[in-house]
């Protein structure tokens, strides 16, 4: 069993609409969640990050993250054709440069 | 200021063959780390270097190895490939600074192609 598992996608929605991605993972010792995007031929980039639990807004965009579920999501409100793109979540345990990711959601926003 | 570059950005090689892969991590950015990027596995961490020394290791095998140089550039190195080397190599590159939030930034990826 993989220790981060995310939501498989792929996910199509109309434009305006709230989209909520989500992740569980098995190993406690992760205390930053990220969500990144990556486009097409491009490499991910962050979106956001939070540090233990608790939620965190940034625009149309909210992290979530419950360490006593496991559990963490990320929320796109108003949703526009250019958020179309391959979200992941990935997991740290430490500040240090190896994280552990999600394989990915593809989200599909139609005008 | 410029992003974190990655050459070639594609590489065919045969089965039993040799690959060396580049990346040149942001202007005084000291850690850089290596991902694999599969459709069946997804993103994998390969292996972090930080001024120079291994500091984070992931879970393949020896064939796939890594080093980096005093101006922080990293290269990796898959010896014997195999077909299931095929995949997207990231390269990622961060400041190292434990005393705030280490953000990784990307670069575009080196695109293998094992036959």
């Known amino acids: 069993q993989k220790e981060v598992e995310q939501d498989p996608g792929p996910l199509s929605v109309p434009e305006g609409a709230i989209v909520s991605l989500n992740c569980t993972y098995s190993?406690?010792?992760?205390?930053?969640f990220m969500w990144y995007r990556q486009y097409s031929r491009k490499g991910p980039e962050l979106l956001m990050y939070t540090y233990s639990s608790g939620n965190k807004e940034d625009g149309r965009f909210t992290a979530q993250v419950d360490k006593s579920s496991k559990y963490i999501s990320l929320f796109i409100r108003d949703s526009q054709p250019s958020d179309s793109a391959t979200y992941l979540c990935a997991m740290s345990s430490t500040n240090a440069g190896k994280s552990t990711f999600g394989d990915g959601t593809t989200l599909t926003v139609k005008p | 200021k410029a992003g974190v570059t990655q050459t070639p950005r594609y590489l065919i090689k045969t089965r039993g063959q040799q690959v060396t892969l580049s990346c040149s991590p942001i202007?005084?950015?000291?850690?850089v780390s290596w991902y694999q990027q599969t459709p069946g596995q997804g993103l994998q961490f390969l292996f972090e270097y930080f001024s120079e020394t291994q500091r984070n290791k992931g879970n393949f095998p020896g064939r796939f190895s890594g080093r980096q140089f005093s101006n922080s550039r990293s290269e990796m190195n898959v010896s014997t490939l195999e077909l299931g080397d095929s995949a997207l190599y990231l390269c990622?590159?961060?400041?190292?600074?434990?005393?705030?939030?280490?953000?990784?930034?990307f670069g575009p990826g080196t695109r293998l192609t094992v036959l």
């Open positions: 202007s005084g950015h000291r850690s």
């Open positions: 990622a590159s961060s400041s190292g600074d434990h005393t705030s939030y280490n953000e990784q930034f």
């Open positions: 190993n406690s010792a992760f205390q930053y």
